[in-house]
């Protein structure tokens, strides 16, 4: 089945299996190695993407999914390497990632986190992003997320 979506800004037509994982289809099909795989049960958030804007765990999306929709993997979150994402900066000053397999996946849920909280308390933040790190990197997480909405306000003043 022909598939016509946008990944990172770029109109796209793949002609794919309409179940395929969007995870698989990203990686496998677009090369964009990024979003991880980790559970493949839509648990441990390392497969986060947006879709329209919204955060979605693409392990356990089909690919019809995307058909008309927008896609932004990790790759597309900053407009160019000049202009980091807030959240980019922020992970960055932080130092956050130690292994980093899972780091991706935080990285897109937050982006869509501070869209919707501009000044999260920890409490939002844990009550609104579950995805798992096994390295125990939760604590800088917290402040590179309080951090980036920071970064995020003052771009706007
Ligand atoms: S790989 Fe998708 S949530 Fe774990
Ligand atoms: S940094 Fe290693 S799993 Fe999170």
Known sequence: ???DFTINGKATRLNIDPAMPLLWVVRDELNLKGTKFGC???????????????????????????????????????????HLHPIQQAWMEENVPQCGYCQPGFMMAAARLIEQYPAPTDEDIKNNITNICRCGTQPRILKAIRRAAEIKQSLKS
């Open 1 to 3: 089945m022909e598939i």
């Open 40 to 82: 493949g049960k839509a648990m441990c958030g390392a497969c986060t993407l947006h879709v329209d804007g919204e955060a979605f765990r693409s392990c356990s999306i089909p690919a019809e999914f995307v058909s008309g929709k927008s896609v932004t993997t990790l790759e597309g979150l900053s407009e160019s390497e000049e």
